[in-house]
């Protein structure tokens, strides 16, 4: 029986307690890999794919960790890798999806957006630079509306996705020595919690659902394939590089 692609690896999936980060934390153990999953506010959920893993035969554990403290961020790597003795991949998954028109959007919101959505990524990849294993992975969430869609009242959300984007471009030449490779993927519309599919509970899904060529949402499963190829051996040689996983949106 082959070995599993991940096998020996330790992957810390930001945010992991739902949605794209869930089934990515979920994905990751099945190809192998020890899973550390950070959670804020839901440790009851983060527990449940905890569990699931362990149903499933895999290994994960949770930390809390508030993605908007910086410290709290370098900390958990530093945890992660004394809890688990290396760290071999890092999912930035953790963000808010805060949407408003650019002049009701208040400066609170804006800052909480870049807060999460940016600094938090620069910090945790800061801190990976000196704590990944030589050969290691960073894959950043980042969105369509980053770089080729635009939606109103989308402007802050936008504005921190582009920037994931372009600061994973800088740290694939800055790491690519080591092997460690750095990329993007760019979810469109994806059935979870904070863009449901199901039109009852959100008015704009039948309209999202039209715009993709295969006329249907994406679902967070499929989102964590593509992380999980970038994570994995036969991305070796894939680095700075965008995967738009929007089943045709921006085709």
Do not use: C
């Not at 527990?47 to 709290?72: N, P, S």
């Amino acid at each position: 029986m082959p070995a599993l692609p991940l096998a020996g690896k330790v992957a810390l999936v930001t945010g992991g307690s739902r949605g794209i980060g869930a089934a990515t934390a979920r994905r990751l153990a099945a190809d192998g890999a020890v899973v550390a999953l950070s959670y804020n506010a839901s440790p009851d959920a983060a527990q449940a794919v905890v569990d699931a893993i362990a149903a499933a035969g895999g290994t994960a554990r949770a930390y809390r960790a508030d993605a908007a403290d910086a410290h709290a961020t370098a900390d958990l790597l530093d945890t992660v890798v004394r809890d688990h003795g290396r760290l071999d991949i890092l999912v930035n998954n953790a963000g808010v999806y805060l949407t408003g028109s650019t002049d009701e959007t208040s400066e609170s919101d804006f800052d909480t957006t870049m807060a999460i959505n940016v600094k938090a990524v620069y910090t945790a990849g800061r801190a990976a630079a000196t704590r990944l294993a030589d050969g290691g992975r960073i894959v950043n969430i980042g969105s369509i509306v980053g770089s080729t869609a635009s939606f109103p009242g989308h402007a802050a959300y936008a504005a921190s996705k582009a920037a994931v984007t372009a600061v994973a471009g800088v740290w694939a030449k800055e790491l690519g020595a080591r092997g460690i490779t750095v990329n993007t993927v760019h979810p469109g519309p994806i059935d979870t919690d904070m863009n449901p599919a199901d039109p009852d509970r959100n008015p704009a899904a039948g309209f999202m659902s039209s715009m993709t060529a295969l006329g249907r949402y994406g679902t967070a499963d499929e989102v964590a394939a593509a992380v999980a190829f970038l994570a994995g051996p036969d991305a070796s040689y894939v680095s700075g590089a965008e995967l738009t996983i929007d089943g045709g949106m921006t085709a």
